[in-house]
């Protein structure tokens, strides 16, 4: 069974920072790139990272909106994919997902159920 589950989510004041971790299981890890997307409130998914599997070179890619901001890094042995979230700002509160898919194959395509990121003060 696939699962993918989101934590560390919570309330932080502006300035502050959070480790979003998406902990897998059910499929083959290393060979999948992830990416991380964000919704606020009343607005669309939006694409925050991702990163590619070791096959593909660990390659990274940010919006530009958090670039310089949020790191994403991934450990093939824990199968867990983390987001580094820091200089927070309130336009950053919403639900945080977790993607994982095959570049090769479009069915592999597994979504966690989100946490919730709330900037504040």
Request: contains cysteine; hydrophobic residues 30%; aromatic residues 14%.
């Amino acid at each position: 069974q696939v699962q993918l589950v989101e934590s560390g989510g919570g309330l932080v004041q502006p300035g502050g920072s959070l480790k979003l971790s998406c902990t897998t299981s059910g499929f083959t890890f290393s060979t999948f790139a992830f990416r991380w997307y964000r919704q606020a409130p009343g607005k669309e998914r939006e694409w925050v990272a991702e990163i590619t599997s070791y096959g593909l070179g660990y390659i990274k890619n940010y919006a530009d909106s958090i670039k310089g901001r949020f790191t994403i890094s991934r450990d093939d042995v824990k199968n867990t994919v983390n987001l580094q979230l820091n200089s927070l700002k309130p336009e950053d509160t919403g639900v945080y997902f977790c993607n994982g898919f095959s570049f090769h194959d479009s069915r592999l395509n597994f979504w966690g159920q989100g946490t919730q990121v709330t900037v504040s003060s």
